[in-house]
């Protein structure tokens, strides 16, 4: 049961794994970083950070355990313990212990448990590496513009179009109505004194008559209405996360609260300098996702580390 695969498998998953017995190792994402003075553009990792406090209480690490190997959970908590004695064991003896593709655990001169941790290819980097800016960005050749095809629409005509050509037959009919009277009068002279041929001027009659017999056909064009739906619209707030430091020490000067880091490093803490806030610089040496482990923390360094003036401070991210 190779338990060093699930604990890098778990704080890729959780962020955060606990060994009874050791401690807590947390993950924090770095986003990318761009550096003007060297150039230089550093891709997105994950720096994971250890803390010697809540390793008693957490069974997470043998519940996940049991979940992948498909075995009992007191199985699994008799590996990770098992595990553990091992790491106490080595620690012992070579004041150091290899969490195989994970990072290694030691002793600092102060006698201090610390972590440093192995070069873990995360999902937001996908392995990358510093990349070194070009010296010169070549403008980008534009892309050029594609001339839209105009298409026809039909022509549909208005309403009053349609009723000025309706008035425009109507007038061409009754013109069309003189003529035809004009024309029955002088047939009618012509049939008077050619009574002979009487059978031709009826001919000619049923002809004349048949031109009052049209009809009108008006076309109709159907009117197309459209709706629009309605847009609907959210409004997301999003809540302010906050990072919690344990702070050894505020000061005015930049410089003082340099060499009060400089001096925490060399006991083993990651330490930062905060600020300025408030014209005042704060020098962190343990920083913690939730409140109440960062005053678990400061509790702690205060009654077994001799931090008796450290503080908790709440930095919105």
């Keep these: 049961m190779k338990i060093e695969k699930h604990i890098i498998q778990l704080i890729k998953e959780d962020n955060r794994v606990v060994i009874p017995g050791l401690g807590t190792f947390m993950s924090k994402a770095n986003a990318v ?15 994971i950070r250890f803390t010697d406090l809540l390793k008693n209480s957490n069974k997470r690490l043998a519940e996940y355990i049991a979940e992948k190997e498909s075995v009992s959970f007191e199985e699994a908590n008799t590996a990770v313990e098992d595990y553990v004695k091992q790491a106490k064991e080595e620690l012992k003896t070579n004041k150091k212990f290899t969490i195989t593709g994970f990072g290694e655990l030691s002793y600092s001169k102060g006698n201090m448990l610390i972590f440093e941790h192995a070069n873990i290819v995360n999902t937001e980097s996908f392995g990358l590496k510093e990349v070194e800016l070009p010296k010169k960005i070549s403008k980008a050749t534009p892309t050029p513009e594609v001339k839209k095809a105009k298409i026809k629409e039909p022509k549909v005509t208005s309403p009053k179009k ?17 003529w035809v009277a004009f024309i029955v ?27 009052f017999k049209t009809e009108e056909i008006i076309v109709e064009t159907p009117q197309i209405t459209e709706t629009v739906a309605p847009v609907e ?46 014209n005042r610089y704060k020098v962190s040496f343990a920083s913690y996702p939730i409140k109440k482990e960062a005053i678990d923390a400061a509790e702690f ?11 908790v401070y709440a930095q919105k991210n």
Excluded at 188 to 206: C, D, I, P, Q, T
């Design 33 to 47: 970083n761009i550096k003007s003075s060297t150039k230089t553009i550093t891709p997105p990792d994950s720096e």
């Design 162 to 178: 349609q009723k000025e050509v309706k008035s425009a037959k109507k007038s061409s009919k009754l013109a069309l109505l003189g």
């Design 185 to 211: 009068v002088i047939l009618s002279f012509v049939a008077y004194f050619a009574s002979f041929h009487f059978e031709l001027g009826n001919n000619v009659r049923n002809k004349i008559v048949s031109l």
């Design 233 to 278: 619209t959210k409004t997301v707030i999003e809540e302010p996360t906050f990072t919690y430091h344990v702070i050894a020490g505020s000061f005015t000067n930049k410089n003082n609260a340099n060499k009060l880091a400089k001096k925490l490093d060399k006991e083993g803490f990651i330490t930062k300098v905060l600020g300025p806030d408030n």
């Design 301 to 311: 360094y205060k009654q077994k580390k001799g931090k008796k003036n450290c503080w």
